[in-house]
């Protein structure tokens, strides 16, 4: 996760140099204001002259405190079978019962011998059925899903800058009759310079917000993708063996459907166990963007 570190950190230093080029663009209109109050043509060279004139430029340093975030990463690993389903045609024979017509004696003769009544009476036996059907051979494949999750800790971090201040000089000459104009320039300039910095912390904040949203958003889609491959698999190895189940059971295979049941009811639990885990590392992740984000502060 260092690629994520040195992201944030290029982050905060192009934010940085942002607003120090904001403030050099107050002071150069700043600069241009004073030289049209004083009839005076301004010169992109002497920007800096022009102002020192005028004020006393004092230089306050500033110091803004902010948490961001140090991702590390865990390295967790889950192993589990996959279910492997081919489908496979198979004869089976099974015996169920039947019953037939079949004439017996059902009055002997006393004296004698012999049968004095014969009737059809039904008589029960095992008749041999054969099927053709598809039946799934299952196979399991020993998967390991290694699953990058992340650590983070909050470092406190310091910006410091030094900001102008603008403390108006005795003036002379036509200045003098200029000074509320000049004062102006002067309060406005202090004005646009503490509003770049609440600016400043802002957009460091949002920023921050959005590279934790997006970073995040990465590890969940590939945990995601993953849980999707997972799940495509037993879907479709539990709908197959599902279809064979009801095709035996029309036909009242009873020994083959309690066989492919019993492999159905391993496979539900076995899919029970792998989703809950997939699961639980998603949640996990869930949870931890979501501290981050409440550990931002800066001040």
């Known amino acids: 996760m260092s690629q994520q570190n040195e992201k944030i950190e290029k982050m905060i230093r192009v934010i940085r140099e942002k607003f120090e080029s904001r403030i050099n663009e107050i002071k150069k209109r700043g600069t241009k204001k004073i030289n049209q109050i004083s009839d005076e043509t301004p010169d992109p060279s002497g920007l800096e002259a022009s102002l020192d004139v005028i004020f006393d430029v004092k230089w306050k340093t500033t110091s803004i405190k902010f948490d961001v975030p140090q991702f590390s990463m865990k390295l967790e690993s889950i192993k589990f079978d996959i279910p492997e389903v081919k489908m496979k045609l198979e004869s089976i024979k099974f015996d169920v019962p039947r019953t037939r017509m079949k004439m017996r004696c059902v009055a002997k003769n006393p004296i004698g011998g012999g049968c ?3 009737t059809k ?46 403390y108006l000089k005795r003036l002379s000459g036509e200045l003098q009759n200029q000074e509320r104009d000049v004062q102006e320039v002067s309060n406005e300039m202090t004005s646009e310079i ?25 590890m969940l889609e590939e945990i995601i993708k993953k849980r999707e491959d997972i799940a495509t698999k037993y879907d479709e ?25 019993s492999q159905l009811g391993k496979m539900v639990n076995e899919y029970i166990v792998i989703l809950k885990d997939l699961d639980n590392a998603i949640e996990q992740i869930h949870s931890q963007k979501r501290d981050t984000l409440l550990s931002l502060k800066i001040v």
């Open 194 to 218: 503490t509003k770049a910095e609440a600016d400043l912390k802002i957009e460091i904040q949002k920023n921050l917000s959005t590279e934790i949203e997006a970073l995040f958003s990465e």
């Open 116 to 118: 004095l009544l014969k």
């Open 121 to 166: 009476i039904p008589e029960v036996y095992m008749h041999t059925i054969e099927i053709k059907t598809d039946i799934p051979q299952i196979h399991s494949k020993r998967v390991e899903v290694k699953l990058h999750l992340p650590e983070v800790r909050m470092e406190t971090t310091e910006i410091k800058l030094d900001l102008p201040q603008f």
């Open 237 to 261: 190895a539990i709908a197959k063996t599902k279809s064979s189940i009801k095709t035996l059971k029309e036909n009242n295979a009873t020994a083959e459907v309690q066989k492919l049941e």
